[in-house]
């Protein structure tokens, strides 16, 4: 092609899942939350803006030093699962970790980075800790942006195969990355088929990676039920924890995204960062996060139904002799003999309800089915 660089004929972008306009859908097709934002973050924009207009003028704070104090805050009050965070019935009192879920430590703002949603985010964590001399060990059916940052960094990818039950081969990436000495990257639990490794198993894993070399755990859907790993923070300093405000937080339509990790980590990444754009998280998407934070509670109550509707279609789904993954996710992963998954991703369409199906060899005959409301799913049965 004229005019364009060489290097753009190795990129393969990533495709989402479908925003259609042609009519209205009940869209389960990207894993977003059913449920709206909590009215004091609404407000905390309005009156914001009301009062301060002028702030749309102006450049942000580019280190957004209260927005990560109050992420920091969150987590400590929640362990990193909202789906078992405790509560009082005021939704803006704060929460209380599960005991299974309490960190140990205290996180602090200077373990915490934030940018333009975890894609943005996930982007500057390639470009900081992964070399282009040496392959990223990542599984071969996880989150399919992974191998569009390798092919726009010309970073070399290994891609482990899942086990047969479809959960991750931890010795086999182990083993791939201590063969080249490399940095590894999974999504925890995984996308798009919902397993989860334990806290534990993930702790080997870091005991066990190269020396020198980072491990990213990518846990986008952990508020819906997986074990965080926030609390291996505390003695493992080769740990990168990647999560988003999209899922949980019902913030898909806003971006924010952060990383949690030690402080000299965060650091290079802000280097990064900063040799690319000061502000990445506008004034707007900074007041509506930090209202988010504090009403925690609210969002807490919403994974728990989420998760809850999740167990209800799963049991659904079985007792209809469709194979279903065991999710602690907001979605499920699904087939159904003798029917392939183009075919019944096309009958939900047609029934006006959006699912996502996924042409990649080896996962062609699943379905990717986020959860929705009580409503939402009662409408996708009658259709199954």
Known sequence: MEFVSKRLESLHPYVPGEQPTDREYIKLNANENPYPPHSSVIEAVKSTLSAAPQKLGLYPDPDVTELRTQIARMLNTTGGVLARASHSADVTAGCRPA?????????????????????????????????????????????????????????PMERIKLLPDWRLDVGTMLASAAKSSSAMIFANPNAPTGLALTRNEVKQILESAPAGKVVVVDEAYCDFGGESCLPLLKDHKNLVIVRTFSKSLSFAGMRLGYIVAAPELVQAVFCVKNSFNHFPVDFVAKTAAIASCKAAAYYADNARKIAKERESFTAFLRERGYFVLDSSTNFVFTKKDGMGGKELYGRAKDAGILIRHFATPGIEDFVRISIGTHEQMEALKQVL
């Open 99 to 155: 005991p299974e879920d309490e960190l140990g430590f205290e996180i602090t703002p200077d373990m915490i980075f934030c940018g333009n949603g975890s894609d943005e985010v996930l982007s500057f964590v390639f470009y900081t800790f992964f070399d282009s001399d040496r392959p990223v060990v990542f599984p071969e059916h996880t989150y399919s942006f992974y191998p569009v940052y390798c092919g726009y960094y010309h970073i």
